[in-house]
């Protein structure tokens, strides 16, 4: 199972952002998907985590400003990032709880995609 996010970049204060990241390979199920950030040197904090069935989580630093949303027929995550701040300027990681079968059995495990640079600066 691979996680390929994409869609980072540099942006103005203010501006907006798309981050995507899909799933791809042997997957049976995929539970909670998330976008986690690591800023330069922090701890990498929980953005946004959305279900399988829709319900979402939020940072409160982000609460107003970005939208996580999934299509579960593609395997993909987004993370739509409006009135974008200096302080959001991190790499972004999108993180996916994955059902993975072999056998009879089926298996639970968590991935991460490769990491997005997102620069908010004048």
């Known amino acids: 199972v691979q996680l390929q996010a994409s869609g980072g970049g540099l942006v103005q204060p203010g501006g907006s952002l798309r981050l995507s990241c899909a799933a791809s390979?042997?997957?049976?199920?995929?539970?909670?998907m998330g976008w986690y950030r690591q800023a330069p040197g922090k701890q990498r904090e929980l953005v946004a985590a959305?279900?399988?069935?829709?319900?979402?989580n939020y940072a409160d630093s982000v609460k107003g400003r970005f939208t996580i949303s999934r299509d579960n027929a593609k395997n993909t995550v987004y993370l739509q990032m409006n009135s974008l701040k200096p302080e959001d300027t991190a790499v972004y990681y999108c993180?996916?709880?994955?059902?993975?079968?072999?056998?009879?059995?089926?298996?639970?495990?968590?991935?991460w995609g490769q990491g997005t640079l997102v620069t908010v600066s004048s």
């Open positions: 993180n996916a709880d994955v059902g993975v079968v072999a056998g009879i059995a089926l298996y639970e495990y968590d991935y």
């Open positions: 390979g042997s997957i049976f199920s995929i539970n909670a």
């Open positions: 959305i279900t399988s069935g829709g319900s979402t």
